[in-house]
Nanobody
Framework: QVQLQESGPGLVKPSQTLFLTCTVS??????????WAWIRQPPGKGLEWMGV???????YYNPALKSRTSIHRDTPKNQITLQLVSVTPEDTAVYYC??????????????????WGQGTQVTVSS
C-alpha cells in the first residue's frame, strides 16, 4: 500500500521560503513509474495544482507559480520536496502531495490520482 505523508513548518513569515517534504512509503520514486505532484487548497478556495516531478526527475510547473516554485526528489530518503520562495499570506493553504501513473498537467481532481496525502497546513503570517 502506497502512503504519502506531508510535513512542514506550519507557520512561515512573509518573504521567507517555505520547505515542505512528502515522504513516500510502499513505492519507489524511480522504479514505480509514478508522477509526484504538489497541490494546495487555500481557505475557502478550490484546489490549485503547483507542479509535478516524474519518476525520471523531469519537472513541470504551474506557470503562475513557476518563478517561485521548485520540486525535487531525494531518492535515498524516498521523499519529494517543495520549495516556495517569497511567500505571502496568499500562500496560506493546505498543501498536498499526490501520485499518479499518468502525467496530466494541472490535474486537481482526486479521481485522477492513485494516491493522495492527508495534507499539511501552512500559514503565512508575521
Amino acid at each position: 500500500q502506497v502512503q504519502l505523508q506531508e510535513s512542514g513548518p506550519g507557520l512561515v513569515k512573509p518573504s521567507q521560503t517555505l520547505f515542505l517534504t512528502c515522504t513516500v512509503s510502499g513505492a519507489s520514486m524511480t522504479t514505480g513509474f509514478y508522477y509526484w505532484a504538489w497541490i494546495r487548497q487555500p481557505p475557502g478556495k478550490g484546489l490549485e495544482w503547483m507542479g509535478v516531478i516524474s519518476y525520471s526527475g523531469s519537472t513541470y510547473y504551474n506557470p503562475a507559480l513557476k518563478s517561485r516554485t521548485s520540486i525535487h526528489r531525494d531518492t535515498p530518503k524516498n521523499q519529494i520536496t517543495l520549495q516556495l520562495v517569497s511567500v505571502t499570506p496568499e500562500d496560506t493553504a493546505v498543501y498536498y502531495c499526490a501520485a499518479a501513473k499518468s502525467l496530466i498537467l494541472g490535474a486537481t481532481s482526486k479521481d485522477l490520482y492513485d494516491y493522495w496525502g492527508q495534507g499539511t497546513q501552512v500559514t503565512v503570517s508575521s
